[in-house]
């Protein structure tokens, strides 16, 4: 079973006027993974799309999405795939790969059906492209690692680049995830924008009563959303992106837009933020 909801743009005077119900309905992706079924969301931020497959141990294939208006949903674009569940499989075509807990498919532009099977948990993110890049699996010890703050600021955590410039070839996606260590609760601080690209997190990895209350907004305008395990949020481009959390917890990033420099950063200094 496949379900699509669209999530249009919002412009920042409207953010600002938004109460906890709105910035969770316009900013918030709550319910992506639900066994035997993809749910996607397709968003008007670069055409940017997030969800979830869960195959459940049998399988399920996507094909067509009318929100696209293509025959078949990679016509005209990429995908990048992340298993966040047990081992699972995806098939497209006469190809098909195994994904450990943690591994990441990229799947270039082309027609097509795309399969996914087994106990996998699949986060996938899709952006339009315009060339055939081609697919491949990324497995842990392939990303790139990046270490970054440290335990006197809360925030030591690692970095793995997976769909990247410096790892593999892609059109516009680039996508990986951050994992904190024990003890540190703080992401992505300092905060920053990048007007150029616009990006979307998918949180995992945490204890069911655990939240991490994502930071969102113009630097001097934040909100605030509390986020639980498996939960997506979207950053338009003119909202920074941080949070803190409990207990350990990973987030996926993913990106679309002008660039694909993971360091272009806006940064705002802590002391100017309102
Ligand atoms: O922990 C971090 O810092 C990040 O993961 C950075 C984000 O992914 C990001 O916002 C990249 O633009
Ligand atoms: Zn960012």
């Not at 035997?36 to 996507?62: C, K, M, N, Q």
């Not at 939240?211 to 305008?221: I, N």
Request: with cysteine; net charge negative.
């Amino acid at each position: 079973m496949l379900t699509v909801q669209t999530m249009h743009a919002v412009h920042p005077e409207q953010a600002r006027t938004l109460d906890t119900d709105g910035l969770r309905k316009h900013f918030l992706v709550e319910d992506s993974f639900k066994s035997g079924e993809i749910r996607l969301t397709y968003t008007h931020y670069d055409r940017f799309v997030l969800g979830g497959a869960v195959p459940d141990g049998g399988s399920l294939t996507l094909g067509e999405v009318k929100e696209a208006g293509t025959p078949s949903f990679l016509d005209r674009r990429e995908m990048g795939i992340v298993n966040i569940g047990d081992t699972g499989e995806v098939a497209r075509g006469d190809e098909s790969w195994t994904l450990n807990r943690g591994d990441v498919l990229y799947l270039g532009m082309g027609a097509g059906e795309v399969t996914f099977s087994g106990k996998g948990r699949f986060y996938i993110a899709s952006a339009p492209a315009h060339r055939t890049c081609p697919n491949r699996l990324v497995t842990i010890d392939e990303a790139k690692e990046v270490k970054l703050g440290d335990v006197e600021n809360s925030n030591k955590r690692t970095i793995r680049q997976f769909i990247h410039p410096d790892v593999m070839e892609s059109c516009q996606l680039t996508l990986g995830y951050t994992s904190l260590e024990d003890g540190s609760v703080w992401n992505t601080i300092p905060s920053h924008t990048h007007d150029r690209r616009m990006e979307a997190y998918m949180y995992w990895g945490m204890d069911d009563d655990a939240r991490v209350v994502h930071l969102m907004g113009e630097p001097q305008e934040t909100r605030h959303l509390v986020v639980a395990g498996e939960q997506g949020v979207v950053s338009p481009p003119w909202s920074i992106h941080s949070g803190a959390g409990i207990g350990a917890y990973t987030f996926i990033w993913a990106m679309a837009g002008d660039n694909m420099d993971f360091t272009d950063m806006d940064f705002t200094k802590p002391k100017d933020m309102r």
